[in-house]
């Protein structure tokens, strides 16, 4: 059983399926994209697609997750038009808004989103099934608001929905684990490029709950600014 889009693409069972359909169709080992018809260089460049889309909902079916039928070869820029990324298409662009604790992320996102579009932030989450204010963050709830942030994610992946654009709301210091995301996404990532000394500057007239704890959110921000290393 596979409960996330990422368990299954990491599975043994879909790597050998994998190079099973590209060794069968690839006759002198030469690869082509089933779409367009040009030759793929390295197998490392070849796309799988599915033609009925993996969803969370049949990723464990083998009739489509692992059936041949159901897959095609598909070369980068193939693959990226049927996904509708970069750029190919105005709908479902993915963005990821990062940067330090009171950056003014969630702003940025209120500034440019738009009715219909999907938001991830962990402190909205944890107001959703907490009850309680925005901010207080009950350390019980953790686990759960992290497996609901988890399955929006993966729903973006897959994009499942109807939503338009997605936006992505973390701290994400890390390069590496960002650019991971991001390209599991094919998201944008938009940085939220604050000084330091303003977002302490925030901290301090902040009205809302994060007044009370201001020792525990100047750590978060000396942490960020620690961690943070810019894109390659
Ligand atoms: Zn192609």
Redesign the pocket.
Known sequence: MWSTIKQFYNSQEWQKCRLNLIAERSPKGIIH?E??G?IIVSSGDAEIDHIKELTLDNVNDYNISLNPNNLKI??K??HNKKHKRFGNSKEHNVYIVYGPPLAGKKTYVKENMERGDIVVDMDRLYNAISFFDAYDKPEALKYNVFAVRKTLIDNIKTRYGKWNNAWIIGGYADTHDRTRLANELGAELVLIDTPKDICIKRLDTCLDLRHYQKSEYKIFIDEWFEKYSPPI
């Open positions: 994209c779409y367009c040009k598909s070369c820029a193939c």
